[in-house]
């Protein structure tokens, strides 16, 4: 069998949020981007037998380690801020789980969510373009499964084999000072901050993104769609800036329904991505 064009590797998750549990995880809303903008998508991952599978797009092939239990994420509002709690956590992925053809998929994405990717992964695909949205490597659990900002341990291992990376302004926050080596060694390194755009660095220069304005209704898993659509574009045209232009607009569509139900089509995608380049 033929490669996917776009491999997502990372926990898919239940989210609860109040008395509402929603499916998520980085890998599930990147690869649900890619494939609402017309690529085939695959996922590695792992889950229990209570994760709703039947629920994703039939479209997208999904590779599951089992395991006893879901990664299970608790949200809630603290200070103002949002504060999340892991009740339960799904296998871990190596370098072993990876399907020998999806080595040579065009285009990659380690996207783990609480420390589950390992990074030798980054070394087992061919020509593939590797990023990584490194949210889950920059997280920690305290005793009682809170989740708090956690050192990177194996960037050295996983920086020079990176095409791109992706981290939000949250993910960095106190630990700042790495950011200046992580952008001088990937080619494109983008940091997003929400509503106040993203910052993109190409080869260490760097350049503002200004936010498109959107209704924000759940901004879950709006930078794993921001770095789905920033590889696609990319690889289609080879032009960073043209691509976190791309980026920045699905992201700001994903947030203005629940969980994934607003990731654009390219129809759409496209029709918001020539108003913002007409405001600009």
Same mark, same amino acid.
């Given at each position: 069998?033929?490669?996917?064009?776009?491999?997502?590797?990372?926990?898919?998750?239940?989210?609860?949020? /109040?008395?509402?549990?929603?499916?998520?995880?980085? &890998?599930?809303?990147?690869?649900i981007?890619?494939?609402? %903008? /017309?690529?085939?998508? #695959?996922?590695?991952? =792992?889950? /229990?037998?209570?994760?709703?599978?039947?629920?994703? *797009?039939?479209?997208?092939?999904?590779?599951?380690l089992? &395991?006893?239990?879901?990664?299970?994420?608790?949200?809630?509002?603290?200070?103002?801020?949002?504060?999340?709690?892991?009740? &339960?956590? &799904?296998?871990?992925?190596?370098?072993?789980?990876?399907?020998?053809?999806?080595?040579?998929?065009?285009?990659? %994405? %380690?996207? *783990?969510?609480?420390?589950?990717?390992?990074?030798?992964?980054?070394?087992?695909?061919?020509?593939?373009?590797?990023?990584?949205?490194?949210? @889950?490597?920059?997280?920690?659990?305290?005793?009682? /499964?809170?989740v708090? *900002? @956690?050192?990177?341990?194996?960037? =050295?291992?996983?920086?020079?084999?990176l095409?791109?990376?992706?981290? !939000?302004?949250e993910?960095?926050?106190?630990?700042?000072?790495?950011?200046?080596?992580?952008?001088?060694? +990937? *080619?494109l390194?983008? +940091?997003?901050?929400?509503?106040?755009?993203?910052?993109?660095?190409?080869?260490?220069?760097?350049?503002?993104?200004?936010?498109?304005?959107?209704?924000?209704?759940?901004?879950?898993?709006?930078?794993?769609?921001?770095?789905?659509?920033?590889?696609?574009?990319?690889q289609?045209?080879?032009?960073?800036?043209?691509?976190?232009? #791309?980026?920045?607009?699905?992201?700001?569509?994903? +947030?203005?329904?629940?969980?994934? =139900?607003?990731?654009?089509? !390219?129809?759409? %995608?496209?029709?918001?991505?020539?108003?913002?380049?007409?405001?600009?």
């Open positions: 069998m033929s490669a996917p064009d776009f491999v997502a590797i990372g926990h898919v998750t239940l989210d609860h949020f /109040g008395e509402d549990v929603r499916t998520g995880g980085a &890998a599930l809303y990147a690869a981007t890619a494939h609402r %903008l /017309g690529r085939s998508a #695959a996922i590695l991952t =792992s889950h /229990g037998p209570e994760f709703p599978l039947d629920d994703l *797009p039939t479209r997208i092939e999904v590779v599951t089992e &395991a006893p239990a879901t990664t299970f994420f608790e949200h809630r509002a603290a200070a103002g801020e949002r504060a999340m709690r892991v009740t &339960a956590t &799904a296998t871990p992925l190596t370098a072993a789980d990876l399907p020998e053809d999806w080595r040579d998929a065009p285009l990659v %994405l %380690l996207a *783990p969510v609480i420390q589950e990717v390992d990074a030798a992964l980054v070394a087992r695909f061919g020509d593939s373009s590797v990023a990584a949205a490194a949210q @889950g490597w920059l997280r920690a659990l305290d005793p009682e /499964g809170g708090g *900002p @956690g050192a990177w341990a194996g960037a =050295s291992d996983v920086l020079d084999q095409q791109a990376l992706f981290v !939000s302004a993910d960095i926050r106190g630990q700042e000072e790495h950011l200046t080596e992580w952008v001088q060694r +990937v *080619p390194t983008v +940091v997003t901050a929400g509503a106040a755009g993203a910052l993109l660095y190409v080869n260490g220069d760097r350049f503002e993104v200004k936010p498109r304005a959107a209704h924000e209704v759940d901004p879950t898993g709006a930078g794993d769609v921001f770095a789905a659509a920033f590889l696609l574009h990319y289609r045209d080879g032009d960073p800036w043209a691509a976190a232009e #791309a980026a920045t607009c699905a992201a700001s569509l994903s +947030v203005e329904g629940e969980g994934w =139900s607003t990731v654009p089509d !390219s129809a759409t %995608l496209e029709a918001a991505l020539a108003d913002y380049r007409a405001r600009f």
